[in-house]
């Protein structure tokens, strides 16, 4: 079975600023997918970013951008020019590419804290 | 076009009660999930409906744990004699397919909170 880990409960960063939340993951299958959600306070999770294990560029969307390392089984998310709207629960998720389940396996959060 | 939508939005109830948490996805989206959300931790996968298939009912923690999804659209979770440990968010997602290829995104509703006294 696969297992997301993120190993960061909690992290701040001064608004403006950059931060990296890390998530590694664990699993013997070669093509999946893997996803970065973001929770607000209002419970809405909504994604944020998403990439697919055969392709070796890192996604990119605007301010936020991934690290993926297939080798290392990491997929970090760096949030660039941070703002008081990124303050939230933010959840890595994996998807096997293979079978039919379809279900996604998640991390269990880290709460970003922005300073102004 | 709506996003996904459940209610109610908030439920308390007595142990040992019956509950029933419902789930509008969105429209022609054929996959539809139920997650579990304690205080402050992850997704919890319960079970996931794909298309006429059978669900993957995997990640039902009990019998007392079961869901139907009517006509395709509409899904129902329903928790028999309930217990204070069923204290949670029960979020519901979408997407436009299940499993197999495609980074396709998975739509979450707002969530249930219940609450077991």
């Known amino acids: 079975a696969q297992t997301v880990t993120q190993s960061q409960p909690e992290m701040s960063v001064q608004e403006a600023e950059t931060v990296t939340l890390s998530c590694t993951y664990d699993t013997s299958e070669s093509d999946y997918y893997l996803f970065w959600y973001k929770q607000p306070p209002s419970r809405q999770m909504i994604l944020v970013i998403r990439q697919e294990a055969y392709k070796q560029q890192n996604a990119t969307e605007n301010r936020f951008s991934v690290n993926f390392q297939k080798a290392a089984k990491s997929f970090s998310l760096k949030i660039s020019d941070s703002q008081l709207g990124d303050a939230a629960m933010y959840f890595c998720?994996?998807?096997?590419?293979?079978?039919?389940?379809?279900?996604?396996?998640f991390g269990d959060g880290t709460t970003l804290t922005v300073k102004p | 076009g709506a996003g996904v939508s459940q209610s109610p939005s908030n439920k308390v109830t007595e142990k040992g009660k019956d509950v029933e948490l419902r789930c509008d996805p969105i429209s022609g989206h054929t996959a539809l999930y139920w997650y579990r959300q304690s205080l402050g931790q992850g997704l919890e996968f319960l079970i996931y409906f794909q298309g006429n298939s059978a669900p993957d009912k995997s990640g039902l923690p009990s019998d007392r744990f079961s869901a139907e999804r009517t006509g395709g659209s509409v899904s129902t979770l329903t928790i028999q004699r309930t217990q204070q440990e069923d204290s949670a968010v029960y979020l519901c997602?979408?997407?436009?397919?299940?499993?197999?290829?495609?980074?396709?995104?998975?739509?979450f509703g707002p969530g249930t909170r219940l609450t077991v006294t």
């Open positions: 998720a994996y998807r096997s590419a293979f079978t039919n389940a379809g279900k996604s396996t």
């Open positions: 997602a979408s997407s436009f397919r299940g499993g197999g290829t495609g980074a396709y995104e998975q739509y």
